[in-house]
């Protein structure tokens, strides 16, 4: 009889690990296709056994991981045709309601953090400074701040190095910022503060804070009824 029940066991572990892998397959092509993804994301069910939670259609922790999400920016009223690519993006999602085909899934709530390079602002920044300032470079500058160096065209004075500190904000709507200090700002024209909108994110992921970091901008995610299928 006891070998019976571990065999059995034995049997029901086995059976729960593909259920699992197949339903992370079946929900990570789900997201790939919904977020237009050119890379498959990593999907990982959490907590045993997968079948109980599957048959009541509620999964209670589901993490998603993906690389280089890109999403349309630009100033508010642009198209969007310059992407800012987020290096990684990872979130938490908590009590997935799915269906019985794993082809639609909506969480509870969410949280996350998406890191996006120095590079990728440095190319945002310099498309909405274009006209203003050439050479611009954005790097990490310590202290929770950027570093935004550039050359400026001057009148009588012809073009003019600047370099200065900046703070990295937060906006409505998934807006991201640099808040210049006064001096910089009025050289380079009230205007022209650079700020771009992060999307592309999945329908209910709102950004809750960002930090400049030595990787880049590492923006924290929250959410809630998050759907990260089509």
Sequence with gaps: MLILVVALGGLFVATDQVAVTYAQSRVANEIQSAL????????????????????????????????NLKAPTGDPGTDGSDPLSIDRFTAELHHVRINSSFNGAVADSATG??????????????????????????????????KLAGSIQIPLLGSQQISTLANITLGRGNTLGITLPDGAQQLI??????????????????????????????????????HMTG
């Design 36 to 67: 237009g993804l050119a890379a498959k994301p990593s999907v990982s069910i959490k907590h045993f056994p997968f079948l109980t939670q599957a048959l009541s259609g509620d999964l209670d922790e589901v993490t998603v991981s993906a690389n």
């Design 189 to 226: 024209g009230q205007a022209a503060a650079p700020q771009w909108p992060l999307s592309g994110l999945p329908t209910g992921i709102r950004l809750s804070g960002v930090r400049a970091t030595s990787d880049g901008l590492r923006a924290s995610l929250s959410g809630k009824d998050i």
């Design 113 to 146: 953090t998406a890191l996006v390079s120095y590079a990728a602002v440095t190319k945002t920044v310099s498309h909405q400074l274009s006209g203003i300032a050439s050479g611009v470079d954005v790097s990490y500058g310590g202290n929770n701040q950027v």
